[in-house]
């Protein structure tokens, strides 16, 4: 937009520098102390996995939660 003035595009600056804003952070992601779970993965298994999780429409750690929990209650 070349037809803004300098106060026009310092302000949106202005605002957003100064706005203490909220991203819906709970403090559990992948990044945080508490989230951070690497799990490394032969490429075949990986693949696998992926599969069997989009087919059930859920994400792969949702999957790898059902076969536990389903593993877990067989062996109770």
Do not use: C, W
């Amino acid at each position: 937009m070349r037809d803004m003035t300098d106060e026009e595009y310092d302000a949106p600056d202005e605002e957003l520098t100064k706005a203490d804003l909220e991203f819906g952070h709970t403090g559990k992601g992948f990044f945080t102390r508490e989230g951070f779970h690497v799990v490394f993965l032969e490429d075949a298994t990986a693949k696998l996995l992926n599969e069997k999780a989009a087919a059930s429409n859920q994400t792969p750690s949702d999957f790898i939660d059902y076969m536990l929990r389903k593993e877990l209650a067989v062996n109770l």
